[in-house]
């Protein structure tokens, strides 16, 4: 398998395999698989970026005592609809599914639950967590706020994050809608993607290392934001609703200079990188039947969604795609054929578990 | 001053005046003055497009019976946390204060407020809502879902909605942050501008009637969303959690074909376009002292403003502007010096004025 790019991995030995990483390394078994469940999502749905070849970030982590396997998740303040959650460096997997759970609570007794949770690790794909409204017949929001790693409309400086959000909605016929979205034009995994296949990279997409437009994916060192001021409002305004909120703010330090921004260089390999990456969140569920009847509701997004694919195609579009549709369908392949993986991550996977005397799955 | 291209009015006497038409049509005081309010704080802040001009579109509304001067505002359901509220065709202005007046209150009980109206008419500029939140220190988000106006990503016909989403939270030096952004690229009234000043727009502002391309504002009949799928998304999205959400969907109609996009001419003059103008909208208000301690929330606020505006420039930027600022420069200047109201506006309000026998303001 190793002369192929790729391995092809079942979903279930390599969740396994993950999961089992995350045993053996001390973590409790609910949250590892947890975790694993997370992680391997991604990889089903091919957003690789926030796939299993996170793990060695993780495990990196863990190695240097900044994530934490047996935290303590502690509610700080909590009202019947609000939370606020110190994740003492808890995965990020593990302290928001565990946030979302809380609001999903909270919702289903007072119609809205609203949780923030400070300090949080890296979440992995964040639409997981709406997903997990929409599959209890709930509305679900999350967003988080992250590093520096963008220029907010009118400046060349990274001075603002290219924080997410993500929305998911239950229907009837169809996959619930979910919608996940950096607040930059293009999410780094494309970049990544871009220097892979040798291509150019849309002008709008990124800034040099001084500022100035490129469109080669190796200098890309700064992400512009959706829509110039919309995309970057946005994002300003998330950390003001989110970290501000949590007393933690995570973009005051390098505008003001005391810290160099975050920038766009992987984490792994990197202590003091991996030591910064640290993010606080907002968690939200919506209980659908608080408001109206929810099997009306699920026909009403079914009829949405067939409106929307049934309308005339713009030039160059075969079909109309509405949001998550794209990555259900990849999901739908990888799990019947086996996730691919590329060599360079399989070779990490592997050396992760040999450390730990866990024997991989064949194919990986 | 009839020969100049624009009339400069005082704002207390255009308030007054606009006061004075609602209350002579028989609206209570309390809600003329709310509406009042509402309209001239956006003539002042120099978002024109959603301030005193649209004084004739309402007083048709009326004249039709499409919009109530006495309504019968109705929370429909209600928990401490969350309201459904029906507008009974109040005046937007009217039952948006009253909607976030009470999830102010709810956000002061138990954290967070979350309010949904259904079947509100048109709002004036919904970033006035979450800035009466910011004003109690308390932060407020507004969005809502309107009229098929936009191409969804993939498509060339209008069957979405550029639904806007507006945020405020307070600083202490500064003036608080006022995100108003539409997710399409463009808002409808930069049209007009490029129309009456005879310039090309931007290639990705419009599609013309036939979904092609246009760089014409005369032709342009269709919005394009913000960042492609990620505008398109969130606008799909916020229609899933507000209008499916109190059982009111705005697009359906017109994805199954049963109704015409309602496109972007002026519902002035157009009984059947207000009547059809009716929306939905979600408020929310977070009360930051359940999560922080407010003064230190606003000293962030003022250290991020501060830290975005000393950022290194882009080329062609003069100066970073935050969220809001540019519109509160405008206000300033307005409130000095008066607003200036185009002549065609000006003799609108004189004849909507002169109808009901009050004396439009001398400058006028």
Chains 1, 2 share one sequence.
């Not at 969740?15 to 997370?38: C, H, L, N, P, W």
């Not at 007072?110 to 949780?115: D, L, N």
């Not at 509305?139 to 924080?163: D, E, L, V």
């Not at 810290?259 to 659908?288: C, M, W, Y």
Request: proline letters at 7%; one cysteine or more; glycine letters at 10%.
């Amino acid at each position: 398998m190793n002369r192929k790019s790729v391995s092809i991995v079942g979903w279930e030995p390599l969740k396994q395999y993950v999961k089992e990483i995350f045993v053996r390394m001390g973590m409790g078994s609910d949250d590892a698989e947890t975790t694993a469940s997370v992680l391997i999502w991604a990889s089903l749905r091919g957003v690789d970026s926030h796939g299993v070849q996170l793990i060695p970030w993780y495990v990196e982590a863990v190695d240097i005592g900044h994530m934490k396997l047996k935290p303590n998740i502690a509610i700080e303040k909590e009202t019947p609809a609000s939370a606020l959650i110190d994740a003492d460096h808890a995965f990020g997997p593990v302290v928001t599914t565990f946030a979302m759970r809380l609001v999903m609570e909270k919702a289903r007794s007072v119609g809205i639950g609203w949780a923030y949770i400070r300090k949080t690790n890296h979440q992995g794909a964040i639409g997981y967590y709406p997903l997990m409204a929409a599959k209890k017949d709930m509305a679900g929001i999350a967003w988080s706020c992250g590093q520096t790693t963008t220029a907010p409309y009118g400046s060349k400086f990274p001075g603002i994050a290219n924080n997410p959000i993500a929305m998911a909605v239950p229907a009837n016929r169809h996959r619930p809608l979910i919608l996940d979205m950096a607040t930059s034009v293009a999410a780094v995994s494309k970049l990544h993607v871009a220097k892979d296949r040798g291509v150019k990279i849309p002008e709008d997409w990124a800034l040099d290392k001084d500022g100035n437009s490129t469109t080669d994916p190796w200098k890309a060192a700064i992400l512009k934001p959706i829509g110039g001021p919309k995309g970057s409002g946005l994002s300003i305004m998330l950390e003001c609703l989110t970290s501000i909120m949590v007393d933690f703010p995570k973009l005051e330090t390098v505008l003001q200079g005391k810290e160099k921004p975050f920038g766009l260089e992987s984490v792994i390999g990197n202590p003091e990188l991996i030591r910064r990456h640290i993010q606080n969140s907002t968690l939200i569920a919506i209980d659908i039947g608080n408001f109206t009847d929810v099997n009306r509701y699920k026909e009403h997004i079914d009829q949405l969604i067939d409106g929307l694919k049934s309308l005339p195609r713009a030039g160059g579009f075969d079909e109309i795609l509405v949001p998550g549709e794209l990555e259900e369908r990849t999901f739908d392949d990888r799990f019947r054929s086996g996730i691919p993986i590329p060599k360079k991550t399989a070779s990490n996977l592997r050396c992760v578990g040999e450390k730990l005397g866990i024997h991989p799955p064949g194919d990986l």
